[in-house]
């Protein structure tokens, strides 16, 4: 029988085997949500250990059992072995856990024979699941102080980026000498209608726009340059006619990244191919707090994972500084996902409350006050 562990004890214990995992279990009345864990690189581990530790106290009393069974995965691996996962890991992901939850992976010294770096598993992950919806919520919360002006409430959107196309499917396939190089830019009509559909759902289910309410999908292209731009706004729009009560506008890219920062209240949701999503959710997270105030979920019709939108950070690994929350908050976005809405909801009101009255402070570096267990002890100490 797998059982919930107290949470002074920390996370529980992982389990698990190259050959598969033994059969989740519980007690009667319980559901049981099995997760993969992914520790990663650099800061990683430290942010796992916060997450998890939580999630564990937050389930307590709701019904549920948290099985979490340990994966190898980064390029700490792909220096060991040449692999950035251990063997079956997709098939294991696919076919014996309800989520997995994966740290931050990658080492800049870690590379592949061209120079790009390895270990990185978003091009594994995304295709091999299918997680065709990258989902970023970018949230200024009570008591966090940003360069901007802007106050808690005036920032609340979504970043929804194409996940499995666009200018990161030639990752590890451009072609080129060393005097030039050349990576393609794929849009599929499949790909777009499923995110746009995607991102229109979401849209119902929010408040709307915290300028005025309204339920608003902001699609944001290059279309009036490039080709695979104008083909994803085409098939956006219609997509949108069949959702009559959620607005759609636009944006070029660069009008949306001078928009986020000069009038974020405007947005809702934000749809975007998977590039330029990249960069936007990264000036998104600037306004917020910075890169570890944020989280993100990669979502598809089987297994879903979850993650921090920054790296590893190795330069500040092991030494207890890294600012937890967006493995946390990413850890809620998972609950959420598997309809343990109530665990979820205790997890985001932990951290805002212990953000809005100072148990949690974060410095103008992006390091939390105190440190990464401080941060995990106050969240523990605010969940209701």
């Known amino acids: 029988m797998t059982t919930s562990p107290d949470p002074a004890d920390g996370?529980?214990?992982?389990?698990?085997?190259?050959?598969?995992?033994?059969?989740?279990?519980?007690?009667?009345?319980?559901?049981?949500?099995?997760?993969?864990?992914?520790?990663?690189?650099?800061?990683?581990?430290?942010?796992?250990?916060?997450?998890?530790?939580?999630?564990?106290?937050?389930?307590?009393g709701a019904g549920i059992t948290l099985d979490l069974v340990t994966e190898r995965g980064g390029a700490g691996l792909y220096a060991e072995t040449?692999?950035?996962?251990?063997?079956?890991?997709?098939?294991?992901?696919?076919?014996?856990?309800?989520?997995?939850?994966k740290g931050p992976v990658g080492l800049p010294q870690v590379r592949r024979p061209d120079g790009t770096e390895a270990g990185l598993l978003g091009g594994v992950l995304r295709t091999g699941l299918d997680t065709y919806a990258n989902v970023r919520p970018v949230r200024l919360l009570p008591g966090v102080r940003t360069p901007t002006i802007h106050r808690p409430g005036d920032i609340d959107y979504v970043i929804v980026r194409e996940n499995t196309e666009g200018l990161y499917l030639s990752r590890g396939l451009g072609v080129g000498t060393r005097d030039a190089c050349v990576d393609q830019l794929f849009v599929s009509r499949a790909g777009v209608d499923r995110v746009a559909r995607f991102a229109f759902e979401l849209a119902r289910t929010r408040d709307g726009a915290p300028a005025d309410g309204t339920r608003r999908v902001t699609l944001v292209d290059k279309s009036k340059v490039l080709r695979s731009f104008a083909l994803f706004r085409e098939v956006t729009i219609e997509v949108a006619a069949e959702y009559p009560d959620v607005e759609l506008d636009f944006?070029?890219?660069d009008a949306a990244a001078h928009d986020l920062v000069m009038t974020p209240r405007h947005f809702d949701v934000v749809l975007t191919e998977n590039f330029v999503g990249d960069l936007l959710s990264d000036l998104g997270a600037a306004t917020v707090g910075g890169l570890g105030m944020c989280p993100s979920g990669n979502i598809g019709l089987g297994?879903?994972?979850?993650?921090?939108?920054?790296?590893?950070?190795?330069?500040?690994?092991?030494?207890?500084?890294?600012?937890?929350?967006?493995?946390?908050?990413s850890a809620a976005m998972l609950l959420e996902h598997l309809g343990a809405a109530e665990a979820a909801g205790?997890?985001?009101?932990?951290v805002e409350s212990a953000l809005a009255d100072g148990a949690v402070q974060i410095e103008p570096t992006g390091c939390p006050r105190g440190g990464t267990r401080a941060v995990t002890s106050a969240v523990l100490d605010h969940l209701p």
């Open 11 to 60: 996370p529980p214990a992982a389990g698990g085997s190259a050959a598969g995992y033994p059969a989740a279990g519980g007690p009667a009345g319980h559901r049981t949500i099995r997760v993969a864990v992914i520790e990663g690189d650099g800061i990683g581990p430290e942010l796992i250990e916060s997450a998890t530790t939580v999630m564990t106290r937050a389930v307590r």
């Open 82 to 101: 040449g692999d950035n996962l251990e063997p079956g890991a997709l098939d294991r992901f696919r076919n014996n856990v309800d989520a997995v939850l």
């Open 251 to 253: 944006r070029y890219s």
């Open 303 to 329: 297994t879903s994972y979850f993650e921090p939108v920054h790296g590893s950070a190795p330069g500040i690994a092991g030494r207890d500084l890294a600012n937890p929350i967006s493995q946390i908050l």
């Open 346 to 350: 205790r997890v985001r009101r932990a």
